[in-house]
């Protein structure tokens, strides 16, 4: 199963939590979406980062999905020659979230901006011509060459790759050689390295889970100060990939994304966030999902 789709069939389980509040949340949604198909950011815009969550939020609360106004935003992109890495990896996201295949030319040339991003280490960078690729950008080509249905190439050196990023507590950091690194990297590291078959020690998982606030939610590091819901939804994901128990953190946390809940239907990032958007409301799907199991 791909990333995209395990992370849906447990956002898919969010109305648990949500109960009567989930047509609020779709109605947040809804209201984010442009005439143009595109989905809104903090800004207003349509975004094209922004629409996979727009979408990917609409499939997990079984909500009517806007596929054809979807589709003509996203055909606005062409082959995406305009687009940069994560843009890229954004465009083939929101093609497969409208289970729809893009016109003729578009996978190919969308994967070759994504290879061209190919770091020497043999792993992925936002960039060209990197040294060491990172764990974020490993996780947006994987995810691109699966939403494209085709096979990642060389996944032992992305595997590689991430193993130079373990910082020495048993963390992944955006650097090699670091003491300590970030809870969504570590969290992309995880799932990466389990999908190319080269799976993270469980040590990764006791690191992301002393991340955790004694009020729940996660840090984003050790001196973040306060937590956030970015880190607490993919720590969630992948401490559950890694097999660890939540039991210990399920209240705490569920607490803490009821205090990010607006009654617009919105989800805050951060306790000291102002505005809601697609994104983390999205990721409070996510971390609900967990959370309900």
């Keep these: 199963m791909s990333l995209r789709l395990e992370m849906l069939q447990v956002a898919r389980l969010a109305p648990r939590q949500l109960g009567e509040s989930r047509e609020l949340v779709v109605r947040f949604l809804r209201e984010h979406l442009n005439p143009d198909g595109g989905f809104q950011n903090r800004a207003g815009a349509s975004d094209l980062y ?5 979408l990917d939020g609409l499939i997990a609360l079984q909500a009517d999905l806007p596929a054809d106004a979807a589709a003509g935003y996203l055909s606005g992109f062409d082959d995406g020659a305009s687009l940069d890495f994560v ?50 950008a490993a996780f947006l080509a994987l995810g691109a060459y699966q939403d494209a249905g085709r096979s990642l190439p060389d996944p032992g050196g992305v595997g590689r790759s991430l193993d130079a990023l373990r910082a020495a507590d048993g963390s992944y950091a955006h650097q090699p050689g670091q003491p300590t690194g970030l809870t969504p990297i570590t969290a992309a590291a995880v799932l990466v390295k389990r999908h190319v078959d080269d799976p993270a020690g469980r040590d990764a998982g006791m690191w992301l889970l002393d991340r955790c606030h004694p009020r729940g939610g ?33 209240e705490p946390c569920l607490d803490f994304i009821d205090s990010l809940w607006t009654n617009r239907g919105g989800f805050y990032g951060t306790w000291a966030d102002d505005e809601a958007d697609c994104e983390y409301t999205y990721y409070a799907l996510l971390a609900l999902g967990h959370l309900s199991l």
């Design 50 to 54: 922004y629409t996979v969550f727009g």
């Design 87 to 136: 843009h890229l990896a954004c465009l083939l996201r929101g093609w497969a979230a409208i289970g729809r295949r893009p016109p003729s030319g578009v996978i190919d040339a969308a994967l070759a901006g994504i290879e061209a991003c190919r770091s020497r280490d043999g792993g992925y960078a936002t960039l060209r011509d990197e040294p060491h690729g990172s764990a974020y």
């Design 218 to 250: 996660f840090f984003a590091a050790a001196s973040a100060p306060v937590p956030d819901l970015l880190s607490t939804a993919t720590a969630l994901h992948a401490l559950t990939s890694l097999h660890v128990p939540l039991g210990g953190v399920r």
